[in-house]
């Protein structure tokens, strides 16, 4: 699991140290990019339609989604 912090337009603002055997690249790397950068393009709608409703219930969630790696493949 990818656990992670990130702002209301996807930016992460912290991420877990294992993101490299998940997208490829350290945590230090991911901070200040687009978490929509590493998600599959499959699954793009549900992540934006999951956002959504986090941010307007003004909570926290926990989602799961299948990530790209470096390649650019699942």
């Given amino acids: 699991n990818l656990n992670c912090m990130i702002t209301p337009s ?3 603002l912290r991420v ?3 993101s ?3 997208v490829g690249q350290r945590s ?3 901070i200040g990019t687009n978490l929509t950068n590493y998600i599959h393009i499959n699954e793009l709608t ?3 339609d999951q956002l959504n409703r986090v ?3 003004n909570r926290r969630a926990t989602v799961s989604h299948n990530f790209k790696c470096s390649s650019g493949y699942i």
Avoid: H, P, V, W
Wanted: proline content about 0%; glycine content about 6%; charged content about 20%.
């Fill in 10 to 12: 996807g930016m992460f």
């Fill in 16 to 18: 877990s140290e294992n």
């Fill in 20 to 22: 490299k055997e998940i």
């Fill in 28 to 30: 230090d790397q991911l």
């Fill in 46 to 48: 549900t992540f934006y």
């Fill in 55 to 57: 941010i307007n219930a």
